[in-house]
């Protein structure tokens, strides 16, 4: 009898997952990369380049600890978010359960070309860390964990 | 793909077997007639999926919502629940004989948490805060010197599970008491180089539980271990 209730109560507690509203997030600014290597170049904060998609589920696990970092080093290091490959509404949607409160600058990129240019690959997550000179300091390819994401920005605050 | 963390997991696996298979020819394992090879291994995996769950409900992303994400552990897996979970389960698969199957796996919990912190070199994530000491390392391309902090608890955890291993084959200390240190131990060496360590944020209080139980696990197993003799004697 008991064994009857457990899949009642799964339904029920992910029946409780609110709907997500988009409307407080907007439209994506697409960017090219003359405009991101122009930034990267006058740039006096170091900046940490997060590369994402909102049907990426590694993207999902790294995003609070992104949001968390931006929120520690707020005016100290720059984070741009790159949507890459993806579509405007579930990237807003991604933006609004993932990175709410986070302040981090995010652009799109439909082709999902830059990165590439940028010296990495069609993979993502990617994250490029640059120091106060906009040069690449290091490149990590998949999730990132707190103590590469803590040390790697350390690493670009004291260059 | 990611397979750094698992050539860390390897390192661990290996650790904790060189410890088991060395303590059972000794007869460190004598009294005890579980496998505590699958014993530790079972916690361990228990550890890791409880760890990764807490990691993931503490970002705020829901398990229910989002059942991939548990198999990302690279994404973090929260230390405290991971321990306290793998603890449980020993001590339940164990439960006929608690204390011989927790003693005889506590210099291999140690061994396979310093193959885990040794499994940064294949990881590339051995480095902590800056100093300026001399064997202080960099990473590639920079001049900051830092801590090899992982490198720290490596060595920290290896030499305690030798000591542990060796203390267990010529003291024969009570019941429960090599089970207690083992976890003090643990604890406190992650306590004490946690600072090093750069992190976002984190509380560091379950270190701090851990030293507090394991020592508390300890003391009362010797004193029941004195009572019991005397009144033997008496």
């Known amino acids: 009898m008991r064994s009857r209730w457990i899949p009642a109560l799964v339904l029920l507690v992910a029946a409780c997952s609110a709907d997500i509203d988009i409307s407080a997030v907007p439209e994506l600014p697409v960017t090219s990369t003359a405009e991101l290597q122009e930034m990267l170049a006058t740039t006096t904060t170091p900046v940490v380049v997060n590369v994402w998609a909102s049907w990426c589920v590694p993207c999902r696990s790294e995003a609070p600890l992104l949001e968390r970092a931006a929120v520690t080093t707020v005016g100290e290091v720059r984070f741009i978010g790159l949507n890459v490959r993806d579509d405007q509404t579930g990237a807003r949607r991604f933006i609004a359960e993932f990175f709410p409160m986070a302040p981090i600058e995010h652009l799109a990129d439909p082709g999902g070309t830059i990165p590439i240019d940028l010296g990495g690959n069609r993979g993502v997550p990617l994250t490029f860390f640059y120091d106060r000179n906009g040069e690449l300091v290091e490149l990590h390819s998949g999730v990132i964990d707190e103590r590469t994401l803590a040390l790697q920005i350390d690493e670009i605050l004291r260059r | ?234």
């Open chain 2, 1 to 234: 793909m990611e397979f750094t963390l698992l050539g860390a997991a390897f390192v661990a696996v290996i650790a904790l077997y060189a410890v088991l298979y060395w303590e059972a020819r000794r007869g460190n394992a004598a009294g005890c007639t579980h496998d505590l090879w699958e014993v530790a291994i079972a916690a361990a995996a228990a550890g890791l999926f409880i760890g990764r769950l807490a990691a993931m409900i503490a970002d705020g992303v829901n398990p229910m919502t989002n059942p991939a994400d548990i198999i990302i552990v690279r994404g973090g897996v929260a230390t405290g629940p991971a321990a306290a979970a793998a603890i449980a389960v020993a001590a339940w698969l164990g439960r006929r004989e608690l204390w011989p199957v927790l003693d005889g796996l506590a210099a291999g919990a140690l061994a396979g948490l310093g193959g885990w912190h040794l499994g940064c070199i294949v990881r590339d994530s051995c480095l902590g805060t800056p100093t300026d000491l001399p064997w202080a390392m960099t990473l590639q391309g920079s001049t900051v010197g830092r801590h090899p902090v992982e490198l720290y608890a490596a060595f920290a955890f290896l030499v305690g599970a030798a000591v542990l291993a060796q203390w267990r084959q010529r003291g024969k200390p009570p019941p429960g008491v090599a089970a207690g240190l083992a976890l003090t131990a643990a604890a406190a060496i992650r306590l004490l180089t946690e600072p090093m360590r750069p992190a976002l944020a984190g509380p560091i209080w379950w270190y701090t539980l851990g030293v507090v139980l394991g020592i508390v696990a300890a003391t009362q197993c010797w004193r029941r271990e004195v009572s019991r003799i005397d009144a033997q004697s008496a």
